[in-house]
């Protein structure tokens, strides 16, 4: 099973917003996306990094989402959306037979409603938590409903009733997506339900947005900036942040969304 990352947009930010170590020049952070094939899976998205549902001319979005795109300014990379790339491997939307979500943020879920066949597996508590906030939700929790297919929960196979694993490196307990090749880990923090995923035979964890860069990572500093103060749960994120640390000093890789710099498995 070989896993490719791609970038789908870049986001620039000021580097001293979330690395205390980086200046105020802006920095570009990437916004990766995962695919894999894989015979009981079959072919496989890992989030879908952001597209034309958020960013793209004309997309009908409510004042929140629109308000969202404003803020963020994302720069699609045409070569690197999800739809481009599937078309480049010789397949249609429709082949897709599993997409994980790691949570519900917009930068993950943008394009959730181009794979009608799909089976979701995602946390059943995020998507209980942002029904529950209602309208408040992008404000409580940056999730857009908009963005979720309306048969979003008919399609979801909840990783709270996937069979429970555990994970080497100090991560603790998960669960099982593939026994053997693939666990699901929980990291909670920045967002309710959020979660990434561990390659065994690469012995290489997908931290998702456990945090932004690896800098932050691999030093000892607190989470600070947006990092922190967009987290669900501060505490819960400092906590999962030290489980990355004691793995990677364990000799495990990681591998994070945002992080600017090229990784292991990056393909575009």
């Not at 001293?16 to 990766?32: E, K, T």
């Not at 070569?79 to 897709?96: A, C, F, I, S, W």
Request: proline share 6%; net charge negative.
């Amino acid at each position: 099973m070989k896993v490719e990352m791609y970038n789908s947009a870049t986001i620039a930010a000021p580097g001293r917003l979330f690395d205390p170590s980086r200046s105020w020049a802006r920095v570009g952070l990437s916004v990766r996306y995962g695919i894999f094939e894989h015979p009981d899976l079959g072919l496989t998205l890992i989030d879908t990094g952001y597209g034309a549902r958020c960013f793209g001319p004309g997309a009908k979005k409510s004042f929140g989402l629109w308000l969202y795109t404003l803020i963020f300014r994302a720069k699609l990379h045409p070569e690197g959306q999800v739809q481009r790339v599937l078309t480049k491997k010789g397949y249609v939307p429709e082949d897709v037979k599993t997409v994980v979500v790691s949570h519900l943020h917009a930068d993950h879920t943008s394009e959730l409603k181009s794979f009608v066949n799909a089976r979701f597996i995602g946390s059943r508590q995020a998507l209980d938590t942002v029904r529950k906030a209602g309208w408040k939700a992008p404000l409580s929790h940056g999730t857009f409903p908009e963005l979720l297919p309306e048969d979003f929960e008919s399609r979801l196979d909840a990783v709270e009733d996937l069979p429970a694993c555990a994970l080497p490196g100090d991560l603790g307990q998960g669960w099982e997506l593939v026994r053997g090749e693939v666990s699901l880990v929980p990291l909670e923090g920045h967002a309710v339900g959020h979660f990434g995923l561990y390659f065994h035979a690469e012995n290489l964890l997908y931290a998702v947005d456990a945090h932004w860069v690896l800098s932050g990572v691999e030093g000892d500093q607190p989470l600070i900036g947006l990092p922190k103060q967009i987290a669900a749960n501060s505490s819960q994120a400092e906590a999962s942040l030290s489980r990355l640390r004691a793995f990677q000093r364990s000799g495990g890789t990681i591998v994070l969304c945002h992080e600017p710099t090229g990784s292991a498995l990056d393909v575009f």
